[in-house]
């Protein structure tokens, strides 16, 4: 979400017109982004982690590819594997399956809570890459990454043009693109080096 496919706006559409809930595009912090429209007053954050299960239970559909993921992907899968890790949980797994084939996304898919740094290392101990790039559009992954697979190349991108401005770079990424058509070709770069110098 918001590397592969848009989220928080369609998420933020559908709080409004299902349950009189803003959500705030400019804070990338999904517990303490909502409040009732009705008093203005914060939706709890047990409340607002049940929200966004719910919208992936139900929703999914309302997610859009971002722009130039698609030829991206296309481009990056010539020179490596292509692994999917989503943090919307085991019990998703199917619907995030359908969901990524629905838009031409067809690629592994492991499901996660958590830090993803544990499961990026697994993924090296299996696959045994001679390079590997690990994106994500939260810096608690990438300092998991940065923890727990230290040689992969960690790229921060964040797609929701809303949101990029008002979040700082991952301290722990080693780049920070905000566009696919840039990030490719970075991505693609860093498969001409065995690992992080």
């Known amino acids: 979400d918001e590397v592969l496919l ?9 709080l409004e017109e299902a349950h009189g809930i803003q959500f705030a595009l400019d804070r990338h912090d999904t517990a303490n982004a909502m409040t009732r429209r009705a008093d203005g ?6 409340a607002a982690w049940a929200l966004l299960d719910s919208f992936f239970t139900t929703e999914m559909h309302r997610q859009t590819p971002v722009p130039g993921a698609l030829d991206a992907l296309a481009r990056i899968a010539d020179h490596a594997d292509i692994v999917i890790l989503t943090n919307v949980g ?6 995030r399956v359908a969901q990524l084939e629905s838009v ?9 809570r958590g830090g ?22 939260l810096a608690v992954h990438h300092q998991s ?5 230290p040689d992969v190349w960690r790229l921060h991108l964040v797609a929701e043009p809303i949101m990029a401005p008002h979040i ?14 840039t990030a490719q070709d970075w991505v693609l770069d860093r498969f001409a080096m065995r690992a992080v110098a």
């Open 6 to 14: 848009h989220m928080a706006a369609h998420f933020g559409m559908w």
């Open 41 to 46: 007053s914060p939706v709890p954050a047990d």
């Open 90 to 95: 085991a019990d998703h797994h199917a619907r």
């Open 104 to 112: 031409g996304i067809r690629h592994r898919v492991l499901c996660n």
């Open 116 to 137: 993803k740094g544990v499961p990026v290392a697994r993924l090296i101990e299996e696959m045994r890459p001679s390079s590997a790039v690990f994106i994500d559009d």
């Open 145 to 149: 990454a940065a923890k727990h697979a």
């Open 168 to 181: 700082p770079p991952a301290p722990d990424a080693h780049a920070r693109i905000d566009d696919w058509a």
